[in-house]
């Protein structure tokens, strides 16, 4: 089943300490953005890939896309000062309007098998988000003084990516500018519409290259993934 993939690429790489994009940060001398990206141009049900940049970037990342030969980008839109600002301009600039995938340009790790499960899922019941189970104890805490502890059993860690039938997140990402409301992701945004949002579980090793760490954990990542080739 085929869809749209819509990565918000206009960080600026505060945690990672970079003093630049950490996208473009490299994992095996390929920049992050680049791994993110493999996957979705490689993906033969992937029709199209939208970026949001920032303006002063577009330069080099439309250099960075001849260099490297990815394909599949339709638009490069401009970014906003937040990811959610970034993502309603990327999907104004979406011309086919079915199923849409937000991911972190900064996860070059998710797995096919997870993706098309998310467009399914999305595609069957309008919402889908890939996470995976809480596997530590979960306490919360007020001014460090430890209320309760919560059931992990029903504890699930967001991560991306997003599905979404396009009329669904294009009518939330209108509602949430209109009521200046800003969400930390865009399931919350289709959640304020009263919309089920489905888990897809996901695995352990798509993270978010966040920080000088997860650069490590990338590493050992790509070279796990060698091994089993």
Avoid at 12 to 30: D, H, I, T
Avoid at 95 to 113: C, E, M, N, S, W
Avoid at 127 to 141: E, F, G, L, N
Wanted: aromatic content about 6%; charged content about 25%.
């Amino acid at each position: 089943m085929i869809y749209t993939v819509l990565l918000p690429a206009a960080g600026s790489g505060k945690r990672m300490g970079a003093g630049q994009n950490k996208l473009f940060l490299e994992l095996r001398n390929v920049p992050i953005l680049i791994h993110t990206l493999r996957v979705f141009d490689r993906d033969p049900n992937c029709e199209q890939i939208v970026l949001a940049v920032k303006k002063e970037e577009k330069v080099l990342i439309e250099r960075l896309l001849k260099e490297y030969r990815v394909t599949k980008v339709s638009a490069i839109a401009e970014g906003g000062e937040e990811r959610q600002h970034s993502v309603y301009a990327g999907l104004k600039a979406i011309t086919t309007k079915g199923i849409v995938l937000v991911h972190d340009a900064a996860r070059p790790f998710i797995h096919q098998v997870v993706i098309q499960q998310l467009v399914q899922a999305a595609h069957t019941s309008g919402a889908a988000v890939a996470a995976v189970r809480a596997k530590d104890t979960m306490k919360k805490a007020v001014n460090g003084i430890i209320q309760e502890t919560i059931d992990r059993e029903s504890l699930w860690i967001i991560q991306t990516p997003q599905a979404f039938q396009y009329t669904i997140l294009e009518k939330a990402e209108r509602l949430a500018e209109v009521e200046n409301f800003l969400g930390t992701d865009e399931a919350m945004l289709v959640e304020r519409l009263g919309e089920r949002v489905h888990i897809v579980e996901s695995t352990y090793d798509n993270v978010k290259m966040t920080t000088r760490e997860d650069l490590l954990y990338g590493e050992a990542i790509l070279n796990k993934r060698e091994q089993e080739e």
